[in-house]
Every structure is written in structure tokens, then in C-alpha cells.
């Protein structure tokens, strides 16, 4: 018969037991569970892994040089750097990286009523003039591969002028390709003039913040309605823009 193993000597091999199988048990659940060579326990991906599908998001929206006397020509991205994007309805969504959108330092929540609220417009004083821009708007169309037609496709501000947008930044202007529904040689159809319509009013009313509203047109132009709570769902319909773009 064996000996008995005296009480002390049990406490101190049972408190050993219990630590290794608390290491053990640590080791399944810390760090993910993954090894250099995709051994080891599965688990949740990790916070990369599940945005690496998500669409691109705008970088931080920059503040641009604002209205000037007169407006230089400006350089666009190289040739065939942007990259159009489209929403499920097959509406144009510009290149974040080329186009995140920019403001204008002259306007500002503070000020409205003596700017993009002013009686009689406020963009027409600002806007550069359609010889300069039609030079920008050809580069821009090498910068994002469009052939189309030019008359077809509109030189956009992303954060329109009648919302505060800069007027002659490149990082606030790209060439928008026609929406869905367009008749070859007609000309622009951009449902994007009546949501900037749109929310220029909801500013001027006192409904929404200019923040929010160049936060949520520069991020996806075709949901920024919704989601400032100004419109139900359902696709934006083209319209006049009242104040221009």
C-alpha cells in the first residue's frame, strides 16, 4: 500500500493543476487565438478585417483659400489617380482620395444671413469664370478617366457654393458623370442640384447646421438628405438648383 501524501504537499500540487489550466485556458482566449501561420484557435475577426469591405470614407474636410478677386487656374490630380465610385442605383460618387471636399473660410454658421442666406444669392459673387473652370474641367476628366461627352458631365463643386463650399479648390471639384436616365447630348441631369437646394434651405431655416449639412453632402451626396432627417427614403429627383453650384 502507498503511503499517504501528506496534506501540504496535496494543497501544493492541486494549486499547480489549477494553474495550468488557467494558462491554458488564457492562451484560447487572449490575442484572437491566431498564430504567424494561421494556426490556433479560430475567432471574431479583428476590427480591420471587418471594415476592409466597407466603401472608402472622405478624409477630414479642409478649409480652402475661399472667394478671391480673381482665380488662377488650378493643378489637378495626375492622369488616371481618381477613381469614380457608385451607389446601387448607379448614381457617381467622386474619389474621396482626390475629391474629399473643401470649405470655404469665409462662411461659417456665425455669419449666414451675410452669406449663403443673404437676400439676392451670394455664389454668383464668387464663382470663378467658366473660362478658367473649363480648363480645370478638362484636366479633372484625365484625372478620373472620363470620355464622355463634355457637355454631358458637369465641373461640380462636392460641398456646393450655396453650402459654403470652396470656390476654386481642386480638393471640392470633380467631373460628375450623368446620373441614370440620361439622354446622350442633353446635358447634365444632376438629382445632386436639388439635395444641395435642398439643404441650403434647411440651413437657412435654421433646420440643420452648415456643419452638418457639408459633413453629410461631401460624405455620400444621395443619402446626406435622409440622413439630416429632411427627406424621407427613396432616390433624389433631378431639380433646378435655385442658388447654383
Known sequence: MEEPVPAPARRAALAIAAAVLLAAAAGCSSGGGRTAKGGGHSSAPAAGDAAAGAPPVPAAIVTG????????????????????RYTADKQPLPDPNCTPGAISPAVSQD??????????????????????????KAENAKSYGYTGPMGDAEY??????????????????????????????????????????????????????????????????????????????????????????
Do not use: F
Open 111 to 136: 455669419n449666414l444671413k451675410d452669406t449663403i442666406c443673404k437676400q439676392g444669392g451670394y455664389t454668383s459673387a464668387i464663382r470663378p469664370p467658366a473660362n478658367l473652370t473649363g480648363k480645370e
Open 156 to 245: 461640380d463643386h462636392l460641398i456646393s457654393l450655396q453650402l459654403g463650399g470652396d470656390p476654386n479648390d481642386a480638393r471640392n471639384l470633380w467631373i460628375q458623370p450623368p446620373s441614370p436616365g440620361h439622354v446622350p447630348g442633353k446635358g447634365p441631369n444632376n438629382p445632386k442640384d436639388s439635395v444641395e437646394t435642398h439643404l441650403h434651405t434647411a440651413i437657412c431655416k435654421g433646420q440643420i447646421t452648415l456643419a452638418a449639412a457639408q459633413q453629410a453632402i461631401a460624405t455620400d451626396w444621395t443619402t446626406a438628405e435622409v440622413k439630416l432627417g429632411i427627406r424621407a427614403g427613396g432616390a433624389p429627383t433631378p431639380e433646378a438648383d435655385a442658388d447654383g453650384d
Open 65 to 84: 483659400p475661399g472667394p478671391k478677386s480673381s482665380y488662377d487656374v488650378q493643378p489637378q490630380p495626375a492622369p488616371g489617380s481618381c477613381h469614380y
